[in-house]
C-alpha cells in the first residue's frame, strides 16, 4: 500500500497470483501465500497479472524474480556470472500496485539491436530511440528486445538499459545467442550474467487479455540432445568449438505447461524467443530454427497465439498456412498452425553500410528491410502489425524501384565476386554501383528481354494485395516473390529487390583512412572488433545480401510501353483493410542517353 517494496503487516497479500520457480507453478491463496519447491539454480518469480503492475527501477526495466543459486556460478565467467546466493530468505515476496489496464493497448517489439561497442550503442540511441520519442506512446505498455540485445559484451549492458529506459516504457528482453556467457560451462549456466545484470532468461507477464510468455530456446553450449543436420553437426563434434542450436530445454517446457493450466483459453498467447521456430531465409538450417518447434505448438493446441522472434536480421511476417520445404526437412514443420514474426533488426545489417543522413550505417537487412521497429496494438485477441523505419517519414511503407537486365548482370557478377573473397578484401571490385545504369530509364529491347517493376513491401505477408496503375490506368496485381506453398526459397538475381541491393554491394566507408596514427580508425569495424579496410569499395559478405524476401512483389512492364515519362502508382492492401500508394516515375527511351557531362561542344 505504501509501494516501498517490502511486505508490511496491514498490506494484504493478493489471491490467484501465478509464482514460479522456473519448473514448478502455482498461485498464490486466498492470503497472497504461496509454497514451491526448492532446489539449486532456480529463479523464483512472479508473473505480472493484468490490473497490475510490478516494480521498476531507475532504467524501466521491471523487478519481479529472485535468484536462488546457493553456491553461485561454478566457474568463473568474463562477465561476472551469479555469486553465491546462500540460503533461501524466510519468505520471498513481490510487490504488486494495482494499474488500470485496457483489453486495447500496444507495444513497442524489436529485434536485434546487438551493439558490439558503445559507438553502436549511440547508433540505437540514434535511430530507434530516437524514433520512439517522437511516436505516441500513449497506449503503449511494453518494449519488447527479441533477443541479441548485445553483441557478446555484457559490460555494456547497463549503459543500454539506461539509454533505452529513456523512451519511458517496462522493458521486456529476451535471451539472445549473443547475450550468454561464452566462457559458460553448461546451458544451465550460460544466462548467469544475463540474469544478474538484467533478470530472469525465460518468464511470462500479462497486459489486458494477452498473456506474454518470454522463452529462451538458445542452447549453448549444444550436445548430444542437439544432434541433426543443418549446422547442428557441430554439437557433437569433438573437435569443434563450443556453439548454439536453437531447442526449448524441457524444463522450460515443463515450465510453461504448468503455467498454462492458469491461463485462460480465449487469452492471447504471445510466446517469445529469439530464434525463430521457422524462418524463410533460414530455412534450409536446423540451427537457426527450433527443434522442438512441434512439441510448443501441442502445447498452444486451440489457443489464438502469435509467435515473435529475432535472430535472423529480416522483418517476416509469416502467416497461418505458410509452408517452405526446409520446415519439413529440418525440424518437422509442415504449415503454420498461427502467425510467426521475425522482427527485424535495428542493427539492421549488423551496423554495416554508409552512413545516412542522419549519420547512422544505413544497414538494410538480409530481406531489404531497413533497420526500425514494430508496433503491435492488441485488442483482446485481435493484433495489428505495423513498421516504421528508423529516420524515414512513419508513412513510408515499402520501396520501390526496377529490376532491369543491365541490374541482372550487375548483380550476378557482383555478387559472385564477393562471395568468391569475403567482404573486405584488398582486391579491386570488378563492379561498383558506379558501373550500374539508370534504374528508372529503359529501351524497348530491355523491356523485351525483361523488365520487372519491383515493390518491396515491408510488412507484407501473403495476405497482403498489391497492385500497380501505369499512368492512371487500370490497377494489375503484382505477383509475390515467394509464394510460401511448401517451395523451396527463391533467390537470385530475380528475386532480389533492386533498390536495398546496390547499397549493400557498393560501401563507400571501407575506403575511410585516417592519418592520425589510430589503427582502428580506419575503415570501418563491426562484430567483435572485426576491421574491414582501408581498401577499396565494396559490398558485405554475400549471405546477407536481398537477394530473396517474403516482402517483396513485383510486375513486368509491358514491352510497348510508348516513349516518354511515365508513372507508376503501387498501392497495398494489408490484412486489416488499410492502403498505402507510392509512385514512381520512370522513362521509356529509344536508346540510353549518354551519362555523363557531354564536352564535346566545349572544346575548341
Given at each position: ?5 517490502e511486505?508490511?503487516a496491514d498490506e ?5 497470483i501465478?509464482v ?9 491463496d ?41 553456491e ?9 556470472g551469479?555469486a ?26 524489436m ?8 559507438t553502436?550503442?549511440?547508433?540505437v540511441?540514434?535511430t ?10 500513449s497506449s503503449s ?7 541479441d540485445?548485445?553483441g ?11 539509454v ?5 516504457l517496462p ?11 561464452f ?5 544451465e ?6 540474469r ?12 489486458g487479455?494477452?498473456?506474454f510468455?518470454?522463452l ?5 553450449p ?16 569433438a573437435?569443434?568449438d ?10 522450460q ?6 503455467t498454462l493450466e492458469?491461463v ?7 510466446v517469445?524467443?529469439h ?6 531465409i ?18 498452444l ?6 509467435s515473435?522472434?529475432?535472430h ?23 504449415r503454420?498452425p ?9 542493427s539492421g545489417?549488423?551496423?554495416?553500410g554508409?552512413?545516412s ?9 538480409r530481406g ?11 485488442d ?6 505495423d513498421?516504421?523505419?528508423s529516420n ?5 511503407k515499402m ?7 543491365a ?10 565476386w ?35 517493376l ?30 510460401g506453398?511448401g ?9 532480389a529487390?533492386p533498390?536495398?541491393?546496390?547499397r ?6 571501407y575506403?575511410?583512412?585516417?592519418t ?6 580506419q ?14 569499395p ?5 549471405w ?15 514491352s ?9 502508382s ?8 488499410r ?5 514512381i ?12 557531362w ?6 575548341g
Open positions: 500500500m505504501n509501494q516501498d517494496g511486505h508490511q494484504p497479500g493478493i489471491p490467484e501465478i514460479s520457480n522456473g519448473r514448478d507453478v502455482t498461485l498464490t486466498s492470503e497472497g501465500a504461496y509454497s514451491l519447491p526448492v532446489f539449486d539454480n532456480m529463479t523464483v518469480m512472479v508473473s505480472k497479472p493484468s490490473g497490475y503492475r510490478v516494480p521498476l527501477d531507475e532504467n524501466n526495466v521491471p523487478q519481479f524474480s529472485y535468484i536462488h543459486k546457493p553461485g556460478t561454478p566457474t568463473q565467467l568474463r562477465y561476472g551469479i553465491p546466493t546462500g540460503p533461501l530468505p524466510d519468505s520471498i515476496d513481490f510487490p504488486l500496485t494495482r494499474s488500470e489496464e485496457s483489453n486495447s493497448f500496444s507495444c513497442v517489439v529485434g536485434d539491436t546487438q551493439p558490439y561497442s558503445n553502436e550503442i549511440g547508433y540511441r540514434d530507434v530511440v530516437k524514433d520512439l520519442l517522437a511516436q505516441d506512446l505498455r511494453c518494449m519488447i528486445l527479441l533477443g540485445v548485445m557478446d559484451d555484457l559490460s555494456l549492458l547497463p549503459r543500454f538499459m539506461n533505452m529506459g529513456a523512451v519511458g522493458q521486456y528482453y529476451i535471451h539472445g545467442n549473443h547475450d550468454y556467457d566462457d559458460a560451462t553448461s546451458d549456466d550460460s544466462a548467469d550474467s544475463w544478474y545484470i538484467y533478470g530472469p532468461n525465460y518468464f511470462s507477464f500479462q497486459i487479455d494477452v498473456f510468455v518470454v529462451d530456446n538458445v542452447v549453448y549444444c550436445g548430444e540432445a542437439d544432434a541433426g543436420s543443418g549446422g547442428r553437426e557441430a554439437c557433437t563434434r573437435d569443434a563450443p556453439t548454439y542450436n536453437g531447442r526449448i530445454p524441457e524444463q517446457m515443463t515450465w510453461l505447461e504448468n492458469y485462460p483459453q480465449d487469452n492471447l498467447v504471445v517469445m524467443h530464434i525463430p521456430l521457422v524462418s524463410f533460414d530455412s534450409n538450417s536446423g540451427r537457426h530454427q527450433t527443434d522442438n518447434a512441434n512439441e510448443l505448438y501441442k502445447l493446441e486451440g489457443r489464438p497465439a502469435l515473435l522472434s529475432g535472423t536480421h529480416t522483418y517476416e511476417i509469416l502467416s497461418t498456412g505458410e509452408s517452405f520445404r526446409g520446415w519439413q526437412e529440418q525440424v518437422g514443420v509442415s503454420l498461427f502467425d510467426h514474426i521475425v522482427g527485424g533488426a535495428p545489417n549488423w551496423w554495416q554508409d552512413f543522413f542522419d549519420g547512422i550505417p544505413m544497414a538494410f537487412t531489404g528491410t531497413p533497420q526500425g521497429y514494430l508496433m503491435i496494438h492488441f483482446q485477441a485481435d493484433y495489428r502489425v513498421f516504421y523505419a524515414q517519414p512513419q508513412q513510408r520501396a520501390l524501384s526496377f529490376n532491369t537486365p541490374f541482372r548482370s550487375w548483380f550476378e557478377t557482383l555478387w559472385k564477393q562471395d568468391d573473397r569475403g567482404p573486405g578484401t584488398e582486391e579491386i571490385p570488378p563492379l561498383t554501383v558506379n558501373d550500374l545504369e539508370d534504374l528508372k530509364l529503359f529501351t524497348p529491347d530491355e523491356l523485351a528481354e525483361g523488365v520487372y519491383t515493390a518491396n513491401v515491408w510488412s507484407g505477408e501473403r495476405n497482403t494485395e498489391v497492385s500497380v496503375s501505369i499512368d492512371n490506368g487500370a490497377p494489375q496485381a503484382m505477383t509475390r516473390t515467394q509464394p506453398e517451395e523451396d526459397i527463391l533467390a537470385g538475381p530475380e528475386y529487390d533498390f536495398s541491393v546496390p549493400q554491394l557498393t560501401i563507400g566507408r575506403a575511410y583512412q585516417s592520425s596514427g589510430d589503427p582502428r580508425a575503415g570501418f569495424e563491426i562484430w567483435q572488433g572485426s576491421r574491414f579496410g582501408p581498401v577499396a565494396q559490398g558485405i559478405a554475400s546477407g545480401i536481398a537477394n530473396s524476401s517474403t516482402h517483396l512483389w513485383r510486375w513486368p512492364l509491358p510497348d510501353l510508348p516513349m516518354g515519362s511515365h508513372v507508376a503501387v498501392t497495398v492492401k494489408d490484412r486489416y483493410g492502403e498505402f500508394v507510392e509512385r516515375p520512370f522513362e521509356v527511351r529509344a536508346e540510353r542517353p549518354f551519362r555523363y557531354n564536352d564535346e561542344l566545349w572544346k
